[in-house]
Each structure stands twice: as structure tokens, then as C-alpha cells.
């Protein structure tokens, strides 16, 4: 090829990817959110020292008949009732367990994914702990109903470190005839590493609580695939899930959006208690 047919070219193909570039990250921006500031709701999470619990997905045990029971589970987009969400949690002394048990008809799950970036496209629950009321540093995981997760850090606005993995995080989760139960535990410690206040009694951290509600698009129309902050830019083979969000605090904002101050309350920890379990 003659230098000068090279150079047109090249020059041609850096223009062709700087215009993909260019329109690819437009799609996936959109102008920051006013952040709002942290609600004052609350979930008080029981605390039982030594309290014996099996991470299997199933959150069957009588000691958590013995913590609070949350509902307050929202559509903020959307006028109408949401299904029921329960969210329970329980401090043994040592972790920090956690369940969500989910109503769902229609539970959208991939049976195999990519990575763990995958479960943009399914049913999902999800947890942001955040060390301040800005957001300036939070920590982020999501679990669909087979109990993988996808765990990330954060920082305000959307600035997500994917690579990030939370600290001795564990999760199972489990479907049944009303829907899916996710269940997971989190070392107190691990609290301590990411910088948090020491977990003892009395204390409390900013805490997001959220669900993914998608169900599966049955119309049989072609569907063209966008990118969006949603979905991280990425496609699914098939129709893409219709997606609604639900959200234990009302942000009230125009649109779906978890990842501002607004969303977020807070867990405050018990007093040590008993039951027989």
C-alpha cells in the first residue's frame, strides 16, 4: 500500500472510532441528579449474640420470626402497588445476616451468565452501604435468585469499581412457588476494613435497599437494544427484560435512579436481646 493511501486510511479509522467512541458514551450519559439528602427511615436489625443461622437461601430459621419485618417497599416510578418485598436482618455478634423474601410471578434469571455484570438482565435484590451522606465512598452488591452476586465500590455520581469485591460477603439464594429468597451474611469485620464505625449496639449505617422487578417481554416484538445507565451499555441475546424498580425510600425524583443520597436510610443495630431459637 502506498504511504499515502496508509496514512488516509488510518486517519479514517481513528475518526470512525472516535465517532463510536463518542456516540457510545453519549448514550450512557446522562446529566448528574440533584443527590438529595438521607431519609430518616430506619430498620432496626435485631441483634441476637450467638444466634445460630445456615446460609442455605431458605432463611427458615425461628430466630428470624424474631427480627423486624420490613414492607416498605415501593414503586417510586410508578403509580401503582408494588408486589411485597420483606427485608429481615439479624447481628449474631460475629455477622451480620440479612434475607430478602421476594413475591415475584415472573422471575427473570439467565441461566448462565458472562460475568457477574450479567445481572443487570435479571430479577435482583439489592444493598448500598455507604460510609457517608454523600455518597462519596459506598459499597454496593446485588444477588439474583440463584444467589450470585454482583458486588462493586462507588463514589458519586455512577463512578463504579466493578472489579471491587466486598469482604467476606456471602450469599445463597432459592426460587419458590411465590418467588425467590435471597439470603447472605457479612463479617462485622469486614464493616471495620471498609472504614465504618465499629458495629456494636446502638450504632448505625447508611443503608440503601432495593429491588430490580423485570419480567420477561412475551409480545414477540423486535426489540432494538440501547444503551443505558441501567444496563452499563451492555446487550442480552434475546428481547431485553422490561424493567421496573422498586425502592424501600421514595427519592422522590423524576427518574429511576438508586445511586443519589435520596434512596438511602439507615440500619441501626439493637440492643442485645434473647430468644429461644
Same mark, same amino acid.
Given at each position: 500500500?502506498?504511504p ?17 467512541? !463518542?456516540?457510545? !458514551? ?35 430459621e ?26 429481615? !436482618? ?31 438482565? +435479571? ?10 451522606e454523600?455518597m ?71 443503608c ?13 416484538k ?17 428481547p ?14 423524576? +427518574? ?22
Amino acid at each position: 500500500m502506498k504511504p499515502t493511501k496508509h496514512l488516509i486510511c488510518c486517519s479514517l479509522a481513528v475518526v470512525l472510532f472516535a465517532f463510536y467512541f !463518542a456516540a457510545s !458514551a453519549a448514550e450512557l450519559t446522562t446529566p448528574v441528579p440533584a443527590p438529595g439528602k438521607p431519609s430518616t427511615q430506619k430498620y432496626q436489625v435485631a441483634w441476637y449474640p450467638g444466634a445460630k443461622l445456615e446460609l442455605d437461601g431458605r432463611a427458615n430459621e425461628r430466630i428470624w420470626y424474631f427480627a423486624n419485618a420490613d414492607k416498605r417497599f415501593v414503586f417510586p416510578w410508578k403509580e401503582t402497588t408494588a408486589p411485597e418485598t420483606l427485608f429481615r !436482618a439479624v447481628c449474631d455478634g460475629t455477622n451480620l445476616w440479612f434475607t430478602f423474601r421476594v413475591t415475584d410471578s415472573d422471575v427473570v434469571a439467565l441461566e448462565k451468565l458472562r460475568d457477574e455484570e450479567d445481572e443487570v438482565f +435479571e430479577d435482583r435484590v439489592e444493598v448500598y452501604l455507604s460510609r457517608d451522606e454523600a455518597m462519596k465512598d459506598y459499597f454496593c452488591f446485588e444477588v439474583d435468585s440463584h444467589g450470585r452476586v454482583f458486588d462493586y465500590r462507588a463514589s458519586f455520581y455512577r463512578k463504579l469499581d466493578t472489579k471491587w469485591t466486598f469482604p467476606g460477603l456471602e450469599a445463597r439464594g432459592a426460587t419458590n412457588n411465590d418467588g425467590y429468597v435471597v439470603e447472605g451474611k457479612i463479617p462485622l469485620k469486614s464493616f471495620a476494613d471498609l472504614g465504618f464505625p465499629p458495629i456494636e449496639p446502638g450504632s448505625r449505617i447508611l443503608c440503601g435497599l432495593y429491588r430490580a422487578e423485570f419480567s420477561h417481554d412475551r409480545t414477540g416484538k423486535k426489540v432494538e437494544q440501547t444503551a443505558s445507565l441501567h444496563n452499563l451499555g451492555r446487550k442480552v441475546e434475546g428481547p431485553p427484560p422490561i424493567e421496573e424498580w422498586i425502592s424501600w425510600v421514595d427519592p422522590k425524583v423524576k +427518574e429511576p435512579d438508586f445511586h443519589i443520597p435520596a434512596t438511602l436510610g439507615w440500619l441501626e443495630f439493637g440492643k442485645p436481646a434473647t430468644a429461644s431459637h
